[in-house]
């Protein structure tokens, strides 16, 4: 197998892992959303709010932008100003991407270096939330983790499209 289909077979498994993730926490607005609805009618309707709904819908709209970061970035739907890109080629776009890549790159190893001991530390202690409701925040910080950890390996996929772009003149 040569190199080059080992690079085009890595990158079609982040995809597929960006793909998957991001379409398995696409509902969990909508689940929050309703959530929400159910916390509306309790408190209004028969004066017993919730203590578990806004912490609840705060995790999962954290989840679902943690882990769908990957496939916006697959999808190419991420947010750029686009009032020079898009006068550029094909190839030009794919150089300047693999330019802002090492800046994203960096970042997102900085984040991952960062998060990585209190992620750690956090499930060692059982870390909880401290309120009422007290949920354990571990899993957060596992999602917080693997979401930097996919939206970096799905940029590094993109990176690798672009190289291929700028120095073959086509797309994978």
């Known amino acids: 197998m040569e190199v080059g289909t080992k690079v085009k077979t890595a990158i079609k498994v ?3 892992i ?3 993730c991001g379409y398995l926490v696409a509902p969990l607005p909508l689940i929050a959303g309703f959530i929400i609805c159910y916390e509306i009618v309790m408190r209004q309707f028969f004066d017993r709010p919730t203590l ?3 912490e609840t819908t705060a995790m999962l709209c954290g989840a679902c ?5 990957a496939l916006n ?3 190419d739907h991420h947010v750029r100003v686009d009032i ?5 080629s094909k190839r030009g776009r794919a150089i300047l991407d693999c330019f802002n890549f090492l800046f994203l790159a960096l970042y997102l190893l900085i984040m991952l270096k960062l998060i990585w001991p209190y992620m750690l530390q956090s499930i060692r202690l059982d870390e909880h939330s401290y309120t009422a409701w007290n949920p354990a925040v571990w899993p957060m910080k596992i999602i917080l983790f693997a979401g930097f ?3 970096f390996l799905q940029a590094l996929a993109t990176f ?6 700028v120095i073959k003149g086509r797309s994978i």
Not at 160 to 165: G, K, Q
């Open 73 to 75: 970035i697959k999808n």
């Open 52 to 54: 578990w709904v806004s």
């Open 14 to 16: 982040i995809e597929k």
């Open 149 to 151: 950890a996919l939206v």
């Open 160 to 165: 690798l499209r672009n190289i291929f772009m």
């Open 65 to 69: 932008y943690l882990l769908g970061g």
């Open 84 to 88: 020079l890109y898009s006068r550029f």
């Open 18 to 20: 960006s793909t998957i």
